[in-house]
């Protein structure tokens, strides 16, 4: 597609429940993050790919978060056990290339999950 | 420990006169920065860069400064336009992923 899809657009989980956040990136996007933005905030880093490798998954707040992109494409945010902390915004962004998302183009962002937890 | 500080969460301003966004950062090592915009319920689009190497970067009407020694960047708007209305994001790249601010809402009013 033109542009990166997240999908569901919305969530509401109970807490203790698990949930799925799919990321459609631009096709042929060899880089691709997730960050997480709360209420009135700006976006926090959870993890990063570069193709199907992750190469960085510090931001993760808790090994209920799990994150996998099997063939370099789509790629599915896994959270367990749903907590209201986990209330937010999850944005995926990928880039053509690690180098290419800094300068004209940046990083193209999707539209986000909002997960409410109740 | 916040990174990248955004102090003012507000500013408004008459449509047609400058608008001026402002950020700090912390570590030196940065090599990046970014501004970008956010309409409610989208994601942030990418406004301009610029590389640690430079003071400057202008793209039509938005221009961008960084003082190094300073540890400061500014996002200038100029004229600025109803439809600038929005949150403005600035954000770092260190150790290969972007860490951003907590984000200034600008208000341009006719």
């Known amino acids: 597609g033109a542009g990166v899809s997240q999908s569901p657009r919305y969530k509401v989980a109970k807490r203790g429940q698990d949930v799925a956040l799919r990321c459609d990136p631009i096709?042929?996007?060899?880089?691709l993050f997730w960050y997480q933005q709360a209420l009135g905030q700006g976006p926090e880093f959870l993890t990063y790919?570069?193709?199907?490798?992750?190469?960085?998954k510090s931001g993760l707040p808790s090994d209920r978060f799990f994150a996998e992109r099997p063939e370099g494409s789509v790629s599915t945010l896994k959270i367990q056990r749903t907590q209201q902390e986990d209330s937010a915004v999850y944005l995926c962004?990928?880039?053509?290339?690690?180098?290419?998302?800094?300068?004209?183009?940046?990083?193209?962002f999707g539209s986000g999950t909002r997960l409410t937890v109740v | 420990d916040q990174q990248v500080k955004q102090n003012s969460p507000s500013l408004s301003v008459q449509e047609g006169r400058i608008s001026i966004l402002n950020c700090d950062y912390t570590?030196?090592?940065?090599?990046?920065f970014l501004w970008y915009k956010k309409y409610p319920a989208e994601g942030p689009t990418f406004l301009i860069s610029i590389s640690s190497i430079k003071d400057k970067n202008e793209d039509g009407r938005f221009t961008v400064f960084l003082n190094k020694s300073a540890k400061h960047l500014s996002l200038h708007i100029v004229p600025s336009q109803p439809g600038d209305s929005a949150v403005y994001f600035c954000a770092a790249r260190g150790g290969g992923k972007l860490i951003f601010g907590q984000g200034t809402e600008l208000s341009v009013k006719p």
């Open positions: 096709s042929g996007h060899v880089s």
């Open positions: 570590n030196s090592m940065f090599d990046y």
């Open positions: 962004a990928s880039s053509l290339s690690p180098g290419q998302g800094l300068t004209n183009y940046g990083y193209t």
């Open positions: 790919f570069q193709n199907e490798a992750q190469l960085d």
